[in-house]
């Protein structure tokens, strides 16, 4: 069974720029999620997504941060304008259903923000 | 705001000893705690999950719930080199949100 997939597995960007992660889930999973990890820290949940519907975004910076799944498979993250706090791992993660805490992550995207 | 506080670590355990790695919680409504594994450079992978109060055991791998206490605990014996990561602890929430714990990195040394 192939796993979450996502990429570009490293990005470097100046401040202001864009920058967008791309994920594609285990197949059948309902769930996607969006995960910021700082380096030192766990991860938080930025976006999670059940089927094509936002479920929660409590915590995503929607002044530069946007999200979306497109026909309840794939799914973007947008970043526009980066800041250096934005600096981290962005993981994106699927699960069968939302009522699970057994999640499957990618591989992760690593954005450095000069 | 709803935490999940983690030992800060770092641990450091030699070969084939019990390593003990803990975690509070505030939401006295979550249900379910999962441990998670993560390598350095890789993704967390989950390893244990518990949603009673008491013992879980698998393999070399023991999880602990104590509800009344907010407590939860990962403990692995005969720690292998392997065991080297750091663990995550998470809660889930009565609304199945998981927030998670800084993470504890353990080391053991051969």
């Known amino acids: 069974e192939a796993g979450v997939a996502q990429s570009p597995r490293y990005k470097i960007i100046e401040k202001r720029q864009s920058v967008a992660f791309w994920c594609n889930p285990i197949s059948g999973h309902a769930t996607l999620y969006w995960y910021q990890q700082i380096l030192g820290q766990g991860p938080k949940l930025l976006i999670q997504f059940q089927n094509n519907g936002v479920v929660d975004d409590s915590q995503l910076p929607k002044d530069r941060f946007s999200a979306e799944r497109l026909k309840g498979v794939d799914s973007t993250l947008k970043i526009q304008p980066a800041k250096l706090e934005d600096s981290a791992v962005y993981l994106c993660a699927s699960s069968l259903d939302h009522n699970t805490g057994e999640l499957f992550f990618g591989e992760g995207s690593r954005l450095t923000v000069l | 705001q709803k935490e999940v506080e983690q030992n800060s670590g770092p641990l450091s355990v030699p070969e084939g000893a019990i390593a003990s790695l803990n975690c509070t919680y505030s939401?006295?409504?979550?249900?379910?705690f999962f441990w998670y594994r993560q390598y350095s450079g890789k993704s967390p992978e989950l390893i244990m999950f518990?949603?009673?109060?008491g013992d879980k055991e698998d393999g070399r791998f023991t999880a602990q719930l104590n509800k009344a206490s907010q407590y939860v605990s990962l403990l692995i014996r005969d720690s292998q080199p392997s065991d080297s990561a750091t663990y995550l602890c998470a809660g889930e929430s009565s609304n199945y949100k998981l927030t998670f714990g800084k993470g504890t990195l353990l080391t053991v040394n051969p």
């Open positions: 939401d006295r409504g979550s249900q379910s």
């Open positions: 518990i949603y009673s109060n």
